[in-house]
């Protein structure tokens, strides 16, 4: 077997190319730290402020997804996170003016 010999100059950049690596596993997983998070039913219509009724169109509709385990439903809270970008309409304010719309 063969001694695998590397330079401190090489060693460097396989270390700088690791930690680029880190970095952008770390952003991937910060990004979204709820991913792996799973929420029931009544957890869901809490959260989103909504009732089971809704909940129940939801599912029917297929706006929402979820898993069912002998009758009871669990929601990844990634998409209902997602569920709130996507339907996010952002406020428009005219750059001319600052004050606020209450005054």
Request: with cysteine.
């Amino acid at each position: 077997m063969e001694d695998l010999v590397l330079t401190l100059v090489e060693l460097q950049q396989v270390k700088k190319s690791l930690a680029e690596i880190k970095t952008k596993l770390d952003k991937l997983f910060k990004k979204n730290p709820l991913s792996a998070t799973w929420l029931d039913a009544d957890q869901t219509c809490e959260l989103l402020r909504i009732s089971k009724r809704t909940l129940q169109k939801h599912r029917d509709l297929r706006v929402l997804s979820f898993s069912k385990i002998r009758g009871k439903m669990y929601f990844k809270a990634s998409d209902i996170e997602d569920l709130l970008e996507d339907n996010y309409y952002k406020a428009h304010r005219s750059r001319r003016s600052s004050r606020s719309i209450y005054n």
